[in-house]
C-alpha cells in the first residue's frame, strides 16, 4: 500500500473523530502550556531582579548610625573610603516623617522616610530609575524638590508631578516617582506597604533641613570591587569603623541581607515550589487523561484490527494508522501548547510585574520549560497509541474482533460482584459493573480527574487559608477600639512632656495612652525570633491583647508571645526564655540578654508582636519614657480629621489607624484573587474538556451495546440514564481523592513553604463551603452532564450498521 493510501485513510479518520482529537489535543496543550508558563516563573523574576539590581548599582554593604546618632558630612566617607575593596561610598540621611499626598479626590496620610542622597556627579550607589518625570539632578541640590516612591505614588494613583506636603518641609513639589534598589519591596513587608508607608528621596541639604541636622548623615551605603569577598570586606569595614570612630555605635548590614533583596529572591524560590506544585499536577492529570483517551481511542478500533489481521494485513501497516492519530494529536497539542503557555506566561508576569514593580525585566516565557512539558506532550501520545496497538496485533483475529466486556482478560473486578447481591435490575446494576470490569480505564479516568479537582481545591484552599489569617490579624488588631490610631513620637519622651501633653489635649481627640515599643529578640533552644515588644497597660480600655493560655497582668515580669512564635521555639507558659532588647544608659543605648518567663500566648497570626506589662519600662532603662501613644478620636471625628489634626506637631513622626495595615493587607490578598481565578477557570476547562472527552469515548467503546439495548426496546433516555450513573461513580472517587489531596497540598503548602517565604506568619489553614461546592460542581456535575451531549449521537446511531461484525 502506498504512502498517500495511508495519509488518506489518517484523514478520514481526522475527520471522523475530529471532535475528539482536538479535545485531546487540548488537554495536552493546556497541560503543556500551564507547565511551561507556570514552571519558569522563578528565573524569570531572579533574572528581572539580577538586572535591576545591577542597573541601578544596588549596595552591597550598610552602615547605619545607632538610632539617634548623626555624623558631620564626609566624616563616614573619609573613614570608609580607603577601605580595602571598597570602589564607592554614598553618605545618606534618613529622616522619619510624615507624608500628605492628598488630592482633591481621596485623602492620603501616612508615615513615611526622608532618604536625603546627594545629587552632585560621583560613583553612582542606589541609583534611581524614573518611572514617570524624572529622577534628582545636579540643578536640584539647592531646592526643596523630591520624588515618590513608584510603588506608593502607584496605589494611590498619584499624577507624575505635584506637590505633596511633608512633616518638617511643609508643601514641596516632586518631581517624578522612582525606582530605587533599597524599596523595591516596601518595608520588606511583600505586599500592602506601600499603602501604609511612603519612601521619599530629597537632596541631603533639604533631607537635613527637615531634619534640623544641618550638615550631618547618618547612614553610608558601599559598593565593592568586582569579585572582592563581602564577607571579607565586612570585616575590614568593621575594623575601620572601631579605630575612626570608637565612641559611635554602628550597625553593617549587607545588601543581601536587606529586607527588599532577601524577599525579592526567597520569594521567587518559594512561590516557584508552590507554582511547581500546581504545575505538576495539572500536567500530571492532562497527561494521564491524554494517555487514557488516546489508548481508549485505539482501543476502541481494536475490531478494525483484527478484520485486518483476518484479511490478511501485516501488523506493522495495521499499527501505522493509529499511530498517525497519535502524532496529529501530539504536533496539535504541542502548537496549541506553545501559544497557551506564552499567552500565559505573558499575562502571570503582567500580574507580577503589578505587584512587584521592578526598572528591568527579562523575558518572561522560558523555551527551556516548555521544551520539556512538550517533550512530554510528543511522547504520551505515541505511547498511549503504541501499547494497545501493540495488544492489539499480538493476539489472534478472533480475539481482536471481540468488543466490550470480552475484550478485557478476566472482566476486571466485574466477576466479583457475581457474589454480592446489588439491588435493581440488570440495567440498574450495569453503571456499576462497566466500572469494575475495566480498572485500568477507571483508575487512570478517575486519577486524571482527581489530580484536576486537586489543583482547584489548592488554589481554592490558599485563598481561603490567606483570608482567615488575614481576618485573624484585623480581628486582634480591632477589637475594643477599632478607630483608635497609632501616633509614632520622634524619640524617647517623658509621658508628662509637652509633645504628650499637646496631643492628650488636642480638640480631635478624645482619650490619650502612651506606650512604648522597642524591638527585641526571642531566644530559646538554638532558636531565635525578631519581635517588637510592646508594653501595655493590661486594664487599659483601650486596647489589650488577647490572651488564650496564661495571663497578662500589672507587675508581672512575663512576656506574652503570639502562638506561632511558640510553636517555632517550642514554648509553653511557664517556660523561661531569653529576652534580647535594648536598655538605655545614659544618652548611649545597648543591648543585654535577660531571662523571662512566658506569661502568656496570643492569637495574633503575626509572630512579631509580642507584649509585657507597661510596669517593666525599668527593665529598657526608660521609665516614665514613651515613644509612642495610642488615641482615639473624639465623638463625630473621622480617623482621616484626627490624622490631619496631628501632622506635623513638635514630636510626632507618624499617624497611622491601627486599621490600615490590616485594610491594605485585605485588599492585596483581593488582588491576587485574580491569579487563582485565572488559573482556576483554565483547570476548571480542562477537568470538562476531561469529562466530555471521556463520555465521547465512553460512547465509542460501547456502541455496540447501546445499540443491543436499543434493539432490544430500551429508550434512548435509559441509555443516557446508564452513562451519566456510570460518570456519577468515576467523578464521585476521582473528587473524593482530590478534595483530600488539596488538603493535603493546602496544609503543605501553608505550612511548609509558605513559613519559608513569610516566617512571621502564622497561617490559619482552612478550606471555605465555597471550595468544597466548586469541586463536587465540577467533578461530579459536570462529569455526569458531559454524557447528555452525546445524546444526539444516541438518537441518530444506526443500529444495524452498529451491530455489524464484518461488511
Not at 521 to 540: C, F, H, N, Q
Request: aromatic share 6%.
Amino acid at each position: 500500500m502506498s504512502r498517500r493510501f495511508w495519509l488518506r485513510w489518517s484523514r478520514r479518520d481526522l475527520r471522523r473523530r475530529w471532535v475528539q482529537v482536538v479535545a485531546t489535543s487540548l488537554v495536552i496543550a493546556i497541560g503543556t502550556g500551564l507547565y511551561g508558563g507556570l514552571g519558569g516563573m522563578q528565573e524569570w523574576r531572579e533574572q528581572s531582579n539580577d538586572r535591576s539590581f545591577s542597573q541601578l548599582a544596588y549596595h552591597d554593604l550598610r552602615v547605619d548610625l545607632s538610632q539617634g546618632g548623626h555624623l558631620r558630612a564626609g566624616r563616614l566617607a573619609a573613614t570608609l573610603s580607603g577601605t580595602a575593596g571598597v570602589r564607592a561610598v554614598q553618605e545618606r540621611l534618613i529622616v522619619p516623617t510624615q507624608v500628605d499626598a492628598s488630592t482633591r479626590g481621596q485623602t492620603v496620610l501616612v508615615p513615611g522616610q526622608i532618604v536625603g542622597i546627594p545629587t552632585g556627579k560621583g560613583p553612582r550607589v542606589d541609583a534611581l530609575a524614573a518611572h514617570t518625570g524624572r529622577t534628582l539632578g545636579p540643578g536640584d541640590a539647592r531646592t526643596s524638590t523630591v520624588v515618590l516612591d513608584r510603588a506608593f505614588a502607584s496605589h494611590y494613583g498619584l499624577p507624575p508631578a505635584g506637590h505633596v506636603r511633608l512633616a518638617g518641609l511643609g508643601r514641596v513639589p516632586y518631581a517624578g516617582q522612582v525606582h530605587a534598589p533599597q524599596f523595591f519591596i516596601v518595608s520588606g513587608t511583600g505586599f500592602g506597604g506601600e499603602a501604609t508607608f511612603a519612601v521619599v528621596h530629597a537632596p541631603l541639604r533639604t533631607a537635613q533641613r527637615a531634619a534640623g541636622r544641618p550638615g550631618q548623615v547618618n547612614q553610608a551605603v558601599l559598593r565593592l570591587d568586582p569579585g572582592v569577598d563581602v564577607q571579607t570586606a565586612e570585616r575590614s569595614v568593621r575594623s575601620a569603623l572601631d579605630r575612626a570612630l570608637p565612641q559611635v555605635g554602628t550597625t553593617v548590614t549587607r545588601g543581601t541581607d536587606e529586607p527588599a533583596y532577601r524577599v525579592l529572591y526567597s520569594d521567587a524560590r518559594n512561590d516557584q515550589r508552590i507554582l511547581d506544585v500546581f504545575a505538576f499536577l495539572v500536567l500530571g492529570g492532562a497527561a494521564l487523561a491524554a494517555f487514557n483517551l488516546i489508548s481508549r481511542v485505539v482501543e476502541s478500533e481494536r475490531r478494525e484490527i483484527g478484520v485486518g489481521m483476518a484479511l490478511g494485513v501485516p501488523p506493522r501497516l495495521l499499527a501505522l494508522r493509529p499511530v498517525l492519530m497519535g502524532v496529529q494529536i501530539a504536533l496539535l497539542g504541542v502548537v496549541l501548547g506553545l501559544a497557551i503557555g506564552i499567552a500565559f506566561a505573558a499575562w502571570l508576569s503582567d500580574v507580577l510585574r503589578e505587584q512587584l514593580p521592578l526598572p528591568s525585566y527579562a523575558a518572561s516565557f522560558r523555551g527551556e520549560v516548555f521544551a520539556v512539558a512538550a517533550t512530554l506532550g510528543l511522547i504520551l501520545p505515541l505511547a498511549a497509541t503504541a501499547y494497545p496497538v501493540w495488544r492489539g496485533v499480538r493476539v489472534s483475529p478472533v480475539e481482536a474482533i471481540r468488543v466490550g466486556f470480552r475484550s478485557a482478560k478476566g472482566g476486571g473486578f466485574a466477576p466479583l460482584l457475581k457474589r454480592i447481591r446489588l439491588p435493581g435490575s440488570s440495567l440498574a446494576q450495569m453503571p456499576l459493573r462497566n466500572v469494575v470490569r475495566a480498572p485500568r480505564r477507571t483508575i487512570m479516568t478517575m486519577l486524571g480527574l482527581a489530580a484536576v479537582i486537586t489543583t482547584v481545591v489548592a488554589l481554592s484552599g490558599m485563598f481561603d487559608s490567606f483570608g482567615a489569617t488575614v481576618d485573624g490579624i484585623e480581628k486582634e488588631t480591632l477589637r475594643q477600639t477599632p478607630n483608635r490610631l497609632d501616633v509614632q513620637l520622634d524619640g524617647f519622651h517623658p509621658r508628662d512632656s509637652r509633645a504628650v501633653r499637646d496631643l492628650e489635649r488636642t480638640p480631635e481627640i478624645d482619650t490619650a495612652e502612651p506606650t512604648l515599643r522597642l524591638a527585641g529578640e526571642l531566644r530559646a533552644r538554638g532558636e531565635s525570633i525578631d519581635v517588637a515588644v510592646t508594653l501595655v497597660d493590661p486594664r487599659s480600655a483601650l486596647w489589650a491583647p488577647t490572651v488564650e493560655d496564661g495571663a497578662l497582668r500589672a507587675g508581672s515580669r512575663g512576656i506574652v508571645i503570639a502562638r506561632k512564635a511558640a510553636d517555632d521555639l517550642e514554648l509553653d507558659v511557664g517556660d523561661e526564655l531569653t529576652l534580647r532588647h535594648p536598655v538605655r544608659r545614659g544618652t548611649a543605648i545597648d543591648q543585654v540578654d535577660t531571662r523571662v518567663p512566658v506569661a502568656g500566648i496570643h492569637p495574633n497570626p503575626l509572630r512579631i508582636f509580642a507584649y509585657m506589662d507597661r510596669g517593666q519600662a525599668p527593665l529598657f532603662g526608660l521609665a516614665g519614657q514613651a515613644n509612642r501613644v495610642t488615641v482615639v478620636p473624639a465623638r463625630g471625628v473621622s480617623e482621616q480629621e484626627a490624622q490631619r489634626s496631628l501632622f506635623g506637631r513638635p514630636g510626632v513622626a507618624s499617624v497611622q489607624p491601627v486599621a490600615a495595615e490590616a485594610r491594605e493587607v485585605k485588599q492585596a490578598v483581593d488582588e491576587f484573587r485574580e491569579v487563582i481565578t485565572v488559573t482556576e477557570t483554565v483547570t476548571l476547562f480542562l477537568a470538562l474538556l476531561m469529562a466530555f472527552n471521556s463520555a465521547s469515548i465512553s460512547m465509542d467503546e460501547r456502541r455496540r451495546e447501546y445499540a443491543t439495548l436499543f434493539a432490544f426496546g430500551v429508550p434512548v433516555r435509559s441509555g443516557l440514564r446508564l452513562a451519566v450513573a456510570e460518570s456519577v461513580f468515576v467523578g464521585a472517587l476521582g473528587t473524593l481523592i482530590g478534595i483530600l489531596g488539596g488538603v493535603a497540598v493546602v496544609s503543605w503548602t501553608m505550612n511548609e513553604l509558605l513559613g519559608e517565604t513569610l516566617p512571621d506568619l502564622g497561617p490559619v489553614v482552612t478550606l471555605g463551603s465555597g471550595s468544597i461546592l466548586i469541586a463536587l460542581a465540577v467533578g461530579i456535575g459536570a462529569v455526569a452532564l458531559a454524557p447528555l451531549l452525546m445524546a444526539r449521537r444516541l438518537r441518530r446511531m444506526d443500529i444495524p450498521s452498529t451491530l455489524r461484525v464484518v461488511e
